[in-house]
């Protein structure tokens, strides 16, 4: 393989899965403070919700999305994206443990790579982790969370895999990233969790965790899983990356206008889909921003087809 010519700055998104939206929506933005900052569809199936959870803005590295497909849950296991992290600002996990289990969630301190987090789970099993650091999000004036606590954006993603090789050969020699340490695995310490940072400094919004677990069976997707995480690359640098991947003869979707941002897919070979997204145009191009998020937007192509979409979503309020 040929040198990697960029590398991503960070985490973009994780997209997941939920089998109730209304139930999805109503945990993300009063439990979790987020805002919901598009209310749109997946692209590729109409019938399914797509909400995009964020900061104030709906910053490049803030979203948590989720599809809306009536599955069961997810059957736990390899070759996933296992754990999805989220960043707050320092000081404050003692706020979010307080405050999550006010909500009646168990939450479960862990450190991994010298940080501490807290582990804890949505109503639908979704594995998210609280960690502090990283760069200032933007906060919103209508949030639940007090300012001083709400969520900046993406933690570090964890992926579960049966072995080390070939996804560590696709991160180092396809995006870019590199080895940056390794800690026991807080679940089951005979087994090692691989640090794989973007860029020099790396940081909590720029690192995946490989979790290697050879015994664990292949996972099921479904509802409380994940579906896919997405790297932050430069809106001028997109065409440079989609060559890039290309003249690597990889199966790729090639090209994709998302309206929001572009992308390129590659479901590297132990099955995780990762997308390399743009930072812009951003949510605030169809819509006014101080109203992200209010009403169901579609992409342009889709527009001419709204009767029909919309009579066969259900209402979120």
Same mark, same amino acid.
């Given at each position: ?33 987020? $805002? ?88 639908? *099993? ?5 960690? &502090? ?66 860029? &020099? ?18 996972? $099921?997707?479904?509802?409380? *899983? ?53 930072? *812009? ?37």
């Amino acid at each position: 393989m040929t040198a990697h010519p960029l590398i991503p700055h960070g985490l973009h998104h994780v997209t997941a899965v939920t089998a109730n939206a209304r139930a999805n929506l109503d945990f993300y933005t009063r439990v979790l403070g987020l $805002r919901l900052v598009k209310k749109t569809v997946n692209q590729d199936d109409v019938s399914a919700y797509h909400l995009f959870f964020a900061d104030g803005v709906g910053s490049p590295g803030s979203d948590l999305t989720f599809f809306e497909w009536p599955v069961p849950p997810e059957g736990r296991g390899n070759n996933s994206i296992s754990r999805t992290g989220l960043r707050v600002p320092a000081g404050s996990l003692d706020w979010w443990a307080g405050h999550l289990r006010g909500q009646g969630l168990e939450v479960t301190p862990v450190t991994r790579a010298g940080r501490a987090h807290l582990d804890f789970a949505d109503p639908e *099993g979704q594995r998210l982790s609280l960690v &502090e650091g990283g760069p200032a999000g933007v906060t919103w004036e209508r949030s639940t969370v007090p300012a001083e606590h709400q969520i900046l954006g993406l933690g570090p993603a964890e992926l579960t895999l049966p072995g080390l090789f070939p996804t560590e050969r696709v991160l180092t020699r396809v995006y870019g990233l590199h080895a940056a340490g390794a800690y026991p695995d807080p679940e089951d310490p005979s087994r090692t969790v691989h640090i794989y940072a973007m860029g &020099e400094e790396g940081g909590p919004h720029a690192e995946l965790h490989l979790r290697v677990a050879p015994s664990l069976p292949p996972a $099921r997707p479904g509802a409380g *899983g994940v579906h896919h995480l997405a790297l932050r690359v430069r809106d001028e640098d997109y065409p440079v990356w989609a060559a890039h991947l290309a003249g690597l003869g990889l199966r790729t979707s090639g090209e994709v206008d998302r309206h929001w941002f572009r992308s390129v897919y590659f479901r590297e070979p132990q099955g995780i889909l990762i997308e390399l997204a743009t930072d *812009g145009p951003g949510f605030a191009v169809d819509e006014d921003p101080a109203h992200l998020g209010e009403t169901l937007v579609l992409a342009p192509f889709l527009e001419p087809h709204r009767a029909q979409i919309e009579a066969g979503l259900t209402p979120l309020s």
